[in-house]
T-cell receptor, first 114, second 114 residues
Framework: DAKTTQPPSMDCAEGRAANLPCNHS???????VYWYRQIHSQGPQYIIH???NNETNEMASLIITEDRKSSTLILPHATLRDTAVYYC???????????????FGKGTKLSVKP | SAVISQKPSRDICQRGTSLTIQCQVD?????MFWYRQQPGQSLTLIAT?????????ESGFVIDKFPISRPNLTFSTLTVSNMSPEDSSIYLC???????????FGQGTRLTVV
């Protein structure tokens, strides 16, 4: 089973910030938080990941609480093309053995509206 | 980064037949993953394919139904055997994550069994 809990759906106005929450209360000290998104009819796309510090890249920002039990993905200026299902995943860093695969939960369906 | 080409992108098949899906990666990778995404659902891992050894299947998936080949470090195939309408899904191959970096996915094969 997935180790994360996300709201099933969210709406966001175009141009506004989209804040997508994720609960991962059982996260271990060596597990990272990853975010992927899946636009309709495409394979999942990596967005960002982090361990305990906040992270930012050209796509989004990731805010992780101090106790690491929850996080928020922020899309600063959502566009219609950001409409997708967003998946929050926790996993151990490293590519070996069964740890290489990703366990997907149900994700959050984000709808960006004009 | 890695670019993954998956073929076919979609197919409509008769029940009782088999379909082989191909996954080509533009770089050498040790592990490749095959996922299934049933209509309206999240991704579920089918198996992990290592070059030079038999694939490792997740609970609920068996080799007779989903045989996998991994002849070299850049290529893998997944066969969906003796298909029924319940096998109608999107099948995706994936590589990575690599030591904390992102995973890459093919665009998926949309299979409809009639």
């Amino acid at each position: 089973d997935a180790k994360t809990t996300q709201p099933p759906s969210m709406d966001c106005a175009e141009g506004r910030a989209a804040n997508l929450p994720c609960n991962h209360s059982t996260i271990s000290g060596n597990e990272y938080v990853y975010w992927y998104r899946q636009i309709h009819s495409q394979g999942p796309q990596y967005i960002i990941h982090g361990l305990k510090n906040n992270e930012t890249n050209e796509m989004a920002s990731l805010i992780i609480t101090e106790d690491r039990k929850s996080s928020t993905l922020i899309l600063p200026h959502a566009t219609l093309r950001d409409t997708a299902v967003y998946y929050c995943i926790v996993r151990v860093a490293g590519g070996g053995g069964s740890q290489g695969n990703l366990i997907f939960g149900k994700g959050t369906k984000l709808s960006v509206k004009p | 980064s890695a670019v993954i080409s998956q073929k076919p992108s979609r197919d409509i098949c008769q029940r009782g037949t088999s379909l082989t899906i191909q996954c080509q990666v533009d770089s050498q990778v040790t592990m490749m993953f095959w996922y299934r995404q049933q209509p309206g659902q999240s991704l579920t891992l089918i198996a992990t394919a290592n070059q030079g050894s038999e694939a490792t299947y997740e609970s609920g998936f068996v080799i007779d139904k989903f045989p996998i080949s991994r002849p070299n470090l850049t290529f893998s195939t997944l066969t969906v055997s003796n298909m029924s309408p319940e096998d109608s899904s999107i099948y995706l191959c994936s590589v990575g994550p690599f030591f904390g970096a992102e995973a890459f996915f093919g665009q998926g094969t949309r299979l409809t069994v009639v």
